[in-house]
Structure formats: structure tokens, C-alpha cells
């Protein structure tokens, strides 16, 4: 399993009603239902991703959460969970906002733009950072909204959105403990549990 | 003709005309004292009956989903694409039952049958059917084979009313339900396309208000013209657009009313088929069945309160193009389901061939629908492994 995936299921407490938005292959929700007696669905809208999920037994469908999650009622689920893609989106507050309406928390993990490598990369190169773990150009990147924990942290306090737990990983998902020391230079990956 | 009948295929299949003597009490307030369904069921049913899958039918199906009735049979049934051995409805592992609906043209009670009460064809006096007795009658179906619960029921189009409608009539006796190319219920445009069909065949001077067998007549020119209506509707632009385009027959313009354009001989071709095909007054109570479908009439609430009593697992499936029932009207479905808590998944298909294409093996869809089927599979096995202990 993606290892921050495997820090995400210790902040989901057993029976809960998940949503997991850009669910890829449904390792995630497979593991907690299988696990934490998990119910709910993925959100998906890669086609070989979506047969994968139907084909594990996840619950999947198929929808763009670009176009927005209006048809999904207030507090639906418990957690709703977004990995690895809220850089992608065209408006990532109002992908939070919308998260935060139909869950009770939400937990969202990013790739930090303030760690050292692309913080060097950028200063020492003048070019935007390219490496085996961001490994797009500008020009055909789907990442378009970078952020460093920093900025996501000043998201949460102009939201009112207040921040449960959060932990830093590097590139491996592993936890060092002096990432603790300067996360914002030397986390690679922000897992934040969020709430209203 | 085939050649030679494909290992995949479930090859020369019988229908079987199975009678009912209990009376059955129709939403429209009349009751069918008795009636009988014309059936085909392919593959075999398990010791513990728990194998078994519904096929129900569209607007004009009917019992023969697939194979062949004989060697000279030009065409296999009309879901071949998607059932035999080793197709996505595996014939070797599920027993698979596809019927005429009541009212249907094709064996079963309906318009063109004889009422056991007067000795001549029912004609217009064949009562008003919905889809409620429709899964009525195929519980009952059910009960014949002594299937308690059945592994999934699936339809497409008016056929995915119909699971839909099983969900919420029989929760304890599905456990999977796929509505393909379905809608929730049908819109003001839905009916209109309807009652246009409908008028066209009931002006026809030859309908006899539904009493043309008796003058050995059929209104054929009606029904044509409500095929080929119809038929628009099934195909999108796109797809006629790359299937015909603006081709003429002959090369030229004639300045003449004769059909010149591809699009024109072949809805003309397509609609006299199936006026020598088809029943007048059945095609007049399917689309009525159509129009009245509505699973939260009765009860008066929304579609999620509804099926909150649904207990199966849901695979909805629409396709891009099509614009009979819109990809936005599979959503409803799957919103109505996401707000009642189901089991619910979801795919839309890229596709051009508009409604049309739930009949056609497209490979995502394919793909979908044979990750669906193990899921089915796995349930069944594990019906099967708890019945055994």
C-alpha cells in the first residue's frame, strides 16, 4: 500500500461513511472496507482506475469533481479523503469548501512546494523544479496550484478551517523525526485532517 | 444464417410458454385471471437456485435475448453480445432468463393473443400494463423456477426501469440490480416523442381502434412511422452523422420526393421491418408503460426515500451520446442511491452511438460490464459456500 495511504487509515475510525475523491484504483477504500468496515465510494474518472475499482468490489463512480459536488447533500459522509490532488484542481478552496460541506472532516494530503529540493532547484537553477517526484515541466503539468504547507495553513485560518492532526512525510512516506524540525524545508508530503 | 453457430454462444435455444392461473391484480385497477409468458433461459440452475439473472426487456424485446432458433435464423437474439460462454453473462456459471413482457407481441398474454374469456385476440381490450406488474409477473416467474432470490436483475433502457423497480418491490430477492441507459422516470420530451408514436399508428385508417385483426389488416404505415420516430431517437447525431452523413443513393439529386439520402432508406427500411414485426397495440401499451413509470408516484416522496428500502448493490451505466435517457438521468439514479446509503457504482461510456448503444459491445463498456459480473460472481459463490456449511 502507498505508504501515505497507510497513514491516512489510522485516522479513519471503524464503520465510518468515506469518500475519496480521485479514488485511483480504490487500493484505499478497498483496504478500509475490507479492514475498518468502511462503506461509501470513490470518485474516479480514469476508465482503466474505475473497471479496477468495480472489478475489487469498491464502490465507484464515475464523475468530475471539477463540475462540482452540488448534488451531494450536507454532512453525506464522515470523512471525505482527497490524495495526492488538490494541486490538480482549478480551484482547490472551493474544492476544500465543497469537502468540508458534505463531510464531517476531510483529510487531504499535497506535495509541499517549500521543500528544499524544489526551494534549491528554483533558486540555484532559475527553472521550475523538475525531479523523479514532480517529474512534469511547467508546460505540461497538471499540477497548477503548488503550494507549500505554509500557504495551505493560511487557507485554513482565512476559512475558519481548523486543522485536527497533521503529519509530514518525505518522498519514501516515511516519517523522519527531524522533518519535524522545519517541515515546511524538509516534509515532501503534508497529510492534513481537517474540519469546519 | 451463421455458418457455423460461435463457440460463444449459447447456440439453438427453445422458448417455453409457461402458464399462470392465479389471478393477477394490474395497477390500472383490472385483474388478469390468468396469462401465460413466453421464456427462454439459458445455462443451468444451481443446486440452491442462487445463480439465477433476470434479463429484462426494452420497449420492443422480448424472450429471445440470445442464440438461435434455427440454423436459417439470420440474426441471434438480441442481447447475444453480452450472453453466452464466456461472454460478460457467463451461460456456463449463471442461469440466465429473459422473457416477454405481459402485453408483449411475441407469445406472451397481449393485444395480439386470445382473451380465454371471448375465444378472439384481446386487441385494445388487453389491459393497461406497468412496470409494477411487469416485476409482478416475473416474481412470479421467479417462484416457477423456484428462484428465491435472484443474482441480479439487469435491463437497459425500459428493461432498467424495470430492475430499478425490482429493487424497490422485492429488496430481499436481488442482490445485484444494473440499470443500464435508463432514466429515474420519463420527461415532458420523453412523452411527447411518445404520443407521437402513438397518434401515428392510431390515425392510421387501417388501426380500426386496435381492432384490425378481425379485418385481417395491420396499420403498418402508423407503426413505420412510429419506428422510424422512434429510431431517431436511438441513434445520436454524431453517430448518424458519421454513419450516413448527407450520402445520396444514387449520387445526384433528383428534385423528386423519392427517398435520395442514405438517412432516409434506411429509417424507411427500418421501420417497414419492423411494421411486419411488431404488434400496433403493443407498441401503443409499451411506450404507455413507459410514460407511467415512476417509482415515487405512489408514495409521494423523493427517489432516495424510495429506495430506501433497496437492498441490492447497483451498477448504473449511460452512455455519452445518448439523449433519450441522458447520461443526467443515470446521475439521478446514482444521487437518489448515494443519499439513501446504497452500494452503488457508476460509469458513463464514451460512445457515438447514442441509445443505441447499451446493445453494443463497445469495449469500456464491456470492460465494465465484465468487472461488474465477477462481483456478481464472487456474491453468488459465496451464496453458494454459506448454503453449503
Redesign the interface.
Known sequence: MRADLDLIKEWVEPGKRVLDLCCGDGELLHYLHKEKQASGYGLEIGPENITECIAKGVNVIEKDIEEGLASIKDNTFDTVIMTQAIQIMMRPDEIIDEMLRIGKECIVTFPNFGHWRARGYLAFRGQMPVSKFLPYTWYNTPNTHFCTFKDFERLCVERNIYIMDRTVVDNEHQHRWWIHLWPNMLGEIAIYRITK | MPAVIPEDSVGIVQPQKIEFNKPLQLSCGRVLESYHLMVETYGELNADASNAILICHALSGNHHVAGYHSLDDKKPGWWDSAIGPGKAIDTTKFFVIGLNNLGGCHGSSGPNQLNPETGKPYGPDFPIITVDDWVESQARLADHFGIEQFAAVIGGSLGGMQALQWSINYPDRLRHCMVIAAAPKLSAQNIAFNEVARQAISKDPQFHDGHYYAQNEVPKVGLMLARMLGHITYLSDDGMRSKFGRELRSGQISYDFTPQFEVESYLRYQGERFSTEFDANTYLLMTKALDYFDPTALEGKPLSEVLAKAKA?F?VISFTTDWRFSPERS?EI??AL??A?K??????IEAAQGHDAFLIPIP?YL??FN??M??IE?DTDSMTSKGAF
Do not use: C, N, P, T
Not at chain 2, 343 to 348: D, G, I, N, R
Open positions: 448493490k451498477m446521475r446514482v444521487d448515494v443519499d446509503d452500494q452503488v457504482s457508476y460509469a458513463e469500456r470492460d465494465v468487472a461488474y465477477q462481483r464472487a
